[in-house]
């Protein structure tokens, strides 16, 4: 059963830097799709980022393209999200979630950017910019 435990979430004044990290725990595969989503009140739980481990070029929707960086390293199992140049409309709860299904190596690494693609998540952590 995987684990997943976020860490970082803070207030930061616009155009302010955060990062975000994912520690997975448990097993997993040796490659899976891993992503950040984030959710608004009363809003559904949207893409921010999303990489598969195994390799390849990351994802990112327009809203974040250029700001955001999602980075990894394999040796802790871990997930980073790198947040640059914050907006108000940044703020939300992010989430990390693990795809651990065979999907992504079907697809030659290409993740889901849907959160319903996601069968393991965190309990998310706040970020509010201001």
């Known amino acids: 059963h995987v684990q997943l435990v976020e860490s970082g979430g803070d207030s930061v004044e616009a155009g302010g830097s955060l990062r975000l990290s994912c520690a997975a725990s448990?097993?997993?595969?040796?490659?899976?799709?891993m992503g950040w989503f984030r959710q608004r009140p009363g809003n559904q739980r949207e893409e921010v980022a999303t990489?598969?481990?195994?390799?390849?070029?990351?994802h990112y929707p327009d809203s974040v393209t250029g700001r955001f960086t999602i980075t990894q390293d394999n040796a802790k199992n871990t997930v980073y999200l790198l947040m640059n140049s914050a907006k108000p409309e940044d703020t939300a709860a992010y989430y990390c979630a693990v795809d651990d299904t065979t999907r992504g190596e079907k697809t030659g690494g290409t993740c889901p950017t849907s959160w319903l693609g996601y069968n393991y998540w965190g309990q998310g952590t706040q970020v509010t910019v201001s």
């Open positions: 448990g097993g997993t595969r040796s490659s899976i799709c």
């Open positions: 990489i598969w481990t195994g390799g390849g070029s990351p």
